[in-house]
């Protein structure tokens, strides 16, 4: 970890792996990682692990004021670049297993700044964030919606439908009933004046 604005540059020919502990950079400076024939891998360690060194009691020459400097203090693991000055120009983060799998792993890979990553395979895109521009990123795949209550919803679909047909009929019965408490016969006198021509028997 460099707080005072120097790089991490690392080459090795197999493996790079963090596992619980950190690869930073606080003031600024970049992080460039090459694994010849290997992976690099981010590592399993806490986002909330913390490391706070005292803090620096600061006079500002111009004014003879002081104050507490704590920029020192960063948060998480994994491979980030941070920005712990706002005036300071952020750096970037790169990274290139040609050969292998770059893994943010739970602990992640961040930037304050750009972000370049080259490798067979990313694995992890939802673990890894930057703030400048971004090359050999995968996008981040959105978890599908779940299906297995679809029978479930149909069922309830059906059962709704019964309800209402149900409540329909029941309406429909009810009308019906009111219908016949009001129903008031009425007479049809028929009369039979002939029958056509009797005289003619069947042919």
């Not at 704590?70 to 750096?91: E, F, H, K, Y």
């Amino acid at each position: 970890m460099t707080v005072g604005g120097g790089d991490v540059n690392a080459f090795v020919n197999n493996d790079f792996t963090v596992n619980q502990s950190r690869v930073f950079t606080v003031q600024g400076g970049n992080i460039l990682m090459w694994s010849s024939a290997g992976n690099i891998d981010a590592g399993n360690g806490s986002k909330t692990a913390t490391s706070t060194p005292p803090p620096l009691l600061v006079v500002d020459p111009k004014t003879g004021e002081f104050s507490i400097d704590a920029t020192g203090s960063i948060v998480g693991s994994g491979i980030r670049v941070l920005l712990g000055n706002p005036d300071v120009v952020p750096g970037s983060v790169g990274l290139f297993a040609p050969t292998g799998t770059i893994n943010a792993g739970d602990a992640g890979i961040g930037s304050a700044g750009n972000i370049y990553l080259g490798a067979l395979q990313v694995i992890g895109a939802n673990n890894i964030n930057f703030s400048g521009t971004g090359s050999g990123v995968p996008v981040a795949t959105v978890a599908p919606v779940s299906v297995s209550g679809m029978s479930n919803m149909q069922d309830a679909g059906k059962a709704a439908d019964q309800a209402t047909q149900s409540l329909n009929t029941a309406n429909d019965l009810s009308k019906l009933q009111e219908a016949l408490a009001n129903f008031k016969p009425t007479l049809i006198s028929v009369d039979v004046i002939g029958l056509g021509d009797e005289g003619m028997g069947a042919q």
